[in-house]
Structure formats: structure tokens, C-alpha cells
């Protein structure tokens, strides 16, 4: 029988997956070996759901977004049960999973996701799995690696909204609030805002104050401008306030969403300007990725057939421009990055005049 490597997609899903599963089965067959595909990420392989995934399926899949194999961010599975807590995974499920990755005669698992599904990764590999991991997430939050795949995606979807907001803002003359996501960091909001001609940016690494966004606002006004765009991350928040969104029965944040509104009613209160709002969601995850996304993609998915062939296991790949390189898991998961408030980002937003609200 043919070597086999197995792979499969966790979390939520993002533009880009598909073009990483279509390198990782186009290396592995230039080495003679077969793939094999779990189903709904790690659900897959703990209910033996699987399927080979042929060489000549692969066309076209660069640029379909979502990902054939499905995925979840929920199941029996899930590491991660809030901000910043991880949960260990009991031992049976992890026994169960080694034993279905034996039987299905694996060399290696090649584990697609962001900082939830490779936490997952991490604890199988420590029971033994031998595996590598992608780095995905349009929310660019995993540390170790310069950029996710996905993300740049994602900011060119919110860039886009935009450009079409500017228009319909100086038309009427109004606030536009754009609401975008990127969980507990404020990379998406910060790089369309940039990209789209934002004049407010409001990110979960700063705090912000309803007086400074205002402020912005009339001095706007003042130099003859009608119309401010303002882009708002979903876990942005006003100073000494918690985030918004809905929370389970365990009271925990469960899904971010809504302070757009809250912002932009605020706005209209206080300023008595005509304002709107627009939540991207789940736009920002739909649809194929973009150039640089395919191209990382398929690097990413290469280099992952790499290490297993050097059999760097517990490792995952990572850009550190101009390559990819191999860094451990274990420096990529359990912290998030943050947008580093002295970066270059941030220094050239300042440098515009662009407002963080604080
Ligand atoms: O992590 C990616 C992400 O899209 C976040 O930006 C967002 O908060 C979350 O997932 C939404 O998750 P769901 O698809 O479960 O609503």
C-alpha cells in the first residue's frame, strides 16, 4: 500500500483553505503518497469519517472558498472554552483519535487551523499523533508566524465595503460605521481601515472614549467634511466597559457582534449627525482568497508535506518574510497577538491623522 497522510480543516472556516488542501494533496502525490481527508475537522477522525482525496479533484480548488472537507468550531473536541482558557481535552477522546489515526494507516496529520484547533493539535501530538500544523484565521491573531492565510482575505472584503461605503457617506453626509471581525484583536480593523480611507478605527487594544471620537468628527466637519468613516472592530471597547455580544448559558463571551450599533446610536446622539451602520460578518469569510492568499496557501500546504517528509512533528509552518519556516506549536498557540500599539500599523494611522478614539 501506497504511504498515506491524512489532513483535515478546524474551526471556522476561511478563504484559502481549500488552495492549502490542494497543495498539501499535489505535494504529497509528487512523493508517491496518498491523502486522505477527515471530515469536519477533528469530529472526522474521532468517528472514522473520512475520504481519499484524488489528484484530479484538485482543479480549480485554489480558488473556492470554504473547504471541502467541512469544519467546526464547536464538538467534542473543542479546546478552548473561552477568551484565553484552554480546557484540556479528556483523555479517551485523545486515546480514540491515536487509535483511528493508526487504523486508517496515517504517516503524519496535517492539522489546518487557528489558535483553537492547533491547541487541539498540540494535545494530540503529546499522545503520540504524529502531526504538523497550517496557520489559518482571517483574525491574524496567532503568534509565531508574520501573517495567517485567510487574513488577507478578509481585509480585502472589508476594504472593498468601504470603498462603497465613502460613497453613499458623502452622498448623504452621514457617519458610517463599519463593523468588522477579528475577535479580541484589531488586525482586520486596522488594515482595511488603513487600505479603505477610514478616519476612526476602534480596536479591542485600545479602549475607546465617545468624547475623542466626536472630537474627530467635528474637526472633520470644520475642514468641510460632511461624511467620517469609521471602523469599528467587534471586540472594541468603550473605556472601562466589557465587550459586547451575546454570551451562553455558561456566561461566557461566545460570539462577539453589536457594538457597531451601540457605537453608531451614540454617535447620532451625541453629534445629531445622520449616522448608519453596517456589520461585514460573515462576508469577510465567504468567497475565494486572494492573490497573496493562494500563494501562501499553497506555499504553506507544500512546506507542511516538507516537514512531515523531515518528520518535524509538534511543528507548524509559519511566514517569516521572505520564507516559510518551521516554528513548534507550542510558540504559535495559548497567546494572542495583539496589534502592537508602536508598530508601524499604528505608526502610520497616526501619522495620517486617523483617530483610535482614545
Ligand atoms: O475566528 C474567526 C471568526 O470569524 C471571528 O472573527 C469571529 O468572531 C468568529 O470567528 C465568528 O464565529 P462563528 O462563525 O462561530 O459565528
Known amino acids: 500500500m501506497n504511504e498515506r497522510i491524512g489532513i483535515l480543516t478546524g ?16 505535494a504529497a502525490a509528487k512523493r508517491g503518497w496518498e491523502t486522505v481527508g477527515f471530515l469536519e475537522g477533528f469530529e472526522g477522525l474521532l468517528d472514522l469519517r473520512h475520504r481519499s482525496l484524488d489528484y484530479h479533484e484538485m482543479d480549480g ?9 467541512g469544519t467546526t468550531n464547536k464538538g467534542r473536541f473543542a479546546a478552548k472554552t473561552g477568551h484565553g482558557e484552554v480546557r484540556k481535552i479528556p483523555t479517551e477522546t485523545l486515546d480514540r483519535a491515536k487509535r483511528n489515526f493508526d487504523q486508517v494507516g496515517l504517516r503524519a496529520l496535517v492539522c489546518v487551523g487557528g489558535d483553537g484547533s492547533l491547541t487541539i493539535a498540540q494535545q494530540l501530538f503529546e499522545r503520540g499523533v504524529p502531526l504538523v500544523g497550517v496557520p489559518k484565521t482571517i483574525d491574524n491573531d ?22 462603497r461605503l465613502r460613497t453613499t457617506a458623502e452622498s448623504h453626509n452621514r457617519v458610517m460605521v463599519l463593523e468588522v471581525m477579528g475577535r479580541y484583536t484589531g488586525w482586520i480593523a486596522a488594515h482595511a481601515g488603513i487600505a479603505g480611507g477610514g478616519d476612526i478605527i476602534l480596536i479591542p487594544e485600545i479602549p475607546f472614549r465617545y468624547e475623542s471620537i466626536c472630537a474627530k468628527i467635528a474637526e472633520r466637519e470644520q475642514q468641510g467634511k460632511k461624511f467620517t468613516l469609521l471602523v469599528v472592530a467587534e471586540g472594541a471597547c468603550e473605556r472601562g466597559r466589557g465587550f459586547v455580544g451575546a454570551t ?3 456566561n461566557r463571551e461566545a460570539r462577539l457582534g453589536g457594538i457597531g450599533a451601540v457605537v453608531a446610536a451614540e454617535i447620532e446622539k451625541r453629534t445629531g449627525k445622520e449616522t ?26 507544500a512546506r507542511a508535506v516538507q516537514l512531515v517528509a523531515d518528520g518535524m512533528f509538534g ?22 497577538r495583539a496589534v502592537p500599539l508602536n508598530g508601524d500599523i499604528m505608526q502610520t494611522a497616526r501619522a495620517l491623522g486617523i483617530s483610535f478614539g482614545d
Open 142 to 163: 496567532l503568534e509565531a508566524t508574520v501573517i495567517t492565510f485567510g487574513f488577507d482575505s478578509a481585509v480585502a472584503c472589508a476594504t472593498d465595503a468601504l470603498d
Open 248 to 250: 451562553d448559558e455558561k
Open 276 to 301: 448608519r451602520v453596517c456589520v461585514l460578518g460573515h462576508l469577510q469569510r465567504g468567497g475565494g482568497p486572494t492573490t497573496f492568499d493562494r500563494l501562501l496557501c499553497t506555499r504553506f500546504g
Open 11 to 26: 474551526g471556522g472556516d476561511c478563504p484559502g483553505l481549500n488552495a492549502v488542501i490542494r497543495a498539501v494533496v499535489k
Open 61 to 69: 480548488l485554489l480558488l473556492l472558498g470554504g473547504t471541502i472537507l
Open 315 to 336: 511543528y507548524m509552518v509559519a511566514l517569516r518574510p521572505p520564507d516559510t519556516v518551521a516554528v513548534k506549536i507550542t510558540d504559535a498557540i495559548g497567546r494572542l
